[in-house]
């Protein structure tokens, strides 16, 4: 009788794990979608609205735990496996561009806000990965991390505490070295390709550290930079950028229409446009064919022109880049709400994409999107 008992507890916990590490991880994000419109459980204003994703950007920026979906859901064999023997990397996560656009946004939005409280509350957080000196805490690595630095330029004009330039000092040198050995700076080092998500995380600090320093290489490599994606991984007729080229054989590769992708090198392009009008054909004529392929006015899938999932990266991404509407918060906060939860996050963020042509089919909550939407807020304050 024991060992039936002993058969039956270990079938409930395997069944149980199963439903909770396989089963719910795999349905869970269709029917959040399917029913993100019904969990809205009273009409909100603006000001609301704008209120609650300010309060959940500050909780987000204060936490240890990230919302930004990393994964595809796995199976309970490899949830098991990966517990045992994989190492987990706290700078995968933690130390990326979600945050970092996180940080930016926030910075950015409360500084015309005049919320000094709240702004201390981020400063407090974004001083923990720097020391006094402008070193990173952190152990930075990668391009993915250069959006740190663009917070960092715009704490230093709020503060003119010289850690925060000495910390993108250093950025510039990381990026300038790399830049050196060849002039490509690549996604990852030794790879043969190079990305367009590269354009998006160093141009718009580049173009900000040369404001602020005077730095003139600076701005020359970004501009290299961004004519070197130009003749090699843009299509010539319509301006639309594709995942990335083979440096050496020339070769297009991956999506064409991936739209967070698009957003990436819109951020870059838009960066050097609004400084002084560099790439102005390039930048207008996107624009115009990005409004060609919406879902509807001014909201984007993941996939524009192919798919009807909408995405809250891409839609942030392309409305931040784009010439100023006749809008205000209201507008933009309009185009969002049925996207924004309850408690104000912004939902319907496709997860990280794992290399060309291997893109996330989850969506939910991600520190990016929240990010890029205060900053579009504050475009339009």
């Known amino acids: 009788m024991i060992y039936l008992l002993i058969l039956l507890s270990l079938s409930i916990t395997l069944n149980l794990l199963f439903f909770y590490f396989d089963f719910l991880p795999f349905y869970k994000p ?7 419109r019904n969990s809205i459980k009273h009409k909100r204003n603006s000001s609301e609205i704008e209120r609650k994703v300010l309060e959940a950007s500050l909780i987000s920026i204060e936490s240890k735990k990230s919302l930004m979906i990393w994964t595809e859901p796995k199976g309970l064999a490899e949830k098991l496996f990966n517990l045992v023997f994989s190492k987990y990397n706290a700078n995968v996560e933690f130390y990326n561009f979600p945050r970092a656009f996180l940080f930016l946004g926030l910075v950015k939005y409360l500084d015309q806000s005049g919320n000094d409280e709240q702004q201390k509350r981020v400063k407090t957080q974004f001083d ?4 006094k000196d402008g070193s990173p805490t952190f152990n930075f690595e990668k391009v993915d991390q250069v959006i740190f630095g663009t917070a960092a330029l715009e704490l230093y004009l709020i503060y003119q505490e010289d850690k925060y330039l000495n910390f993108s000092h250093k ?13 490509i700076i690549r996604y990852r080092p030794n790879s043969e390709f190079l990305f367009y998500d590269t354009i998006g995380m160093i141009i718009p600090f580049l173009v900000k550290y040369h404001e602020i320093t005077n730095n003139t290489k600076a701005l020359s490599i970004a501009k290299d930079q961004m004519e070197l994606y130009i003749k090699y991984g843009v299509d010539k007729e319509t301006y639309i950028p594709v995942h990335g080229f083979h440096i050496n054989t020339k070769i297009k590769v991956g999506s064409a229409n991936w739209g967070r992708g698009i957003g990436w090198y819109l951020l870059g392009l838009y960066a050097i446009y609004e400084f002084d009008e560099s790439f102005k054909k390039e930048y207008k004529t996107l624009i115009n064919q990005l409004q060609n392929i919406s879902l509807k006015a001014n909201k984007w899938s993941q996939f524009p022109g192919s798919n009807h999932n909408f995405d809250s990266s891409t839609t942030t991404m392309f409305l931040y880049t784009m010439p100023k509407k006749p809008f205000n918060k209201k507008n933009i906060l309009k185009i969002f709400e049925e996207n924004i939860s309850e408690d104000g996050y912004v939902l319907c963020t496709s997860g990280d994409t794992y290399g060309f042509n291997n893109y996330s ?21």
Not at 30 to 36: A, D, P
Not at 371 to 377: E, F, N
């Open 128 to 131: 923990k990965l720097i020391n």
């Open 30 to 36: 269709f029917l959040r979608r399917k029913f993100n």
């Open 361 to 381: 089919k989850s969506f939910g909550k991600s520190e990016m999107s929240q990010g890029i939407l205060l900053l579009l807020l504050n475009k339009y304050k």
């Open 171 to 183: 950025i510039f040198s990381f990026l300038d070295q790399i830049y050196n050995q060849d002039g």
